[in-house]
């Protein structure tokens, strides 16, 4: 197993972690989308080195993504607490549902 898949794989358990325990507060939301954003980049990186991952992983990753940055945009409306939860937690069941789907295809059995 290469270096780079080693770090990717890493960063996808600390942001399953932040995804199930961290993003209920505006600041954890904020730092788990940096974490998913630098994970995005260590998968493009992973992509052109030419390691593969069923499709479902990088669609819901990207799904995932960019419900955290439409939750963070929403948490700065006034009144707009119960979108954000429902948002937060969307994207978390993707980001949690990408992360086992990419260490299934890591590990295969």
């Known amino acids: 197993m290469n270096s780079v898949l080693v770090v990717h794989l890493f960063l996808g358990i600390l942001v399953a972690a932040c995804a199930a325990l961290f993003?209920?507060?505006r600041l954890g939301r904020r730092i788990t989308l940096y974490l998913v954003s630098l994970?995005?980049?260590v998968g493009i990186a992973l992509l052109l080195a030419g390691s593969r991952a069923p499709a479902p992983h990088y669609a819901l990753a990207l799904a995932g993504w960019g419900g955290y940055m439409g939750a963070n945009y929403l948490s700065r409306e006034p009144?707009?607490?119960r979108n954000v939860?429902?948002?937060t937690?969307?994207?978390s069941a993707m980001m949690l549902l990408a992360a086992y789907i990419g260490a299934a295809a890591a590990n295969p059995a």
Do not use: A
Request: proline share 0%.
């Open 89 to 91: 937690v969307l994207s």
């Open 23 to 25: 993003v209920w507060i």
């Open 39 to 41: 994970q995005i980049l």
């Open 85 to 87: 939860l429902v948002l």
């Open 79 to 81: 009144d707009s607490g």
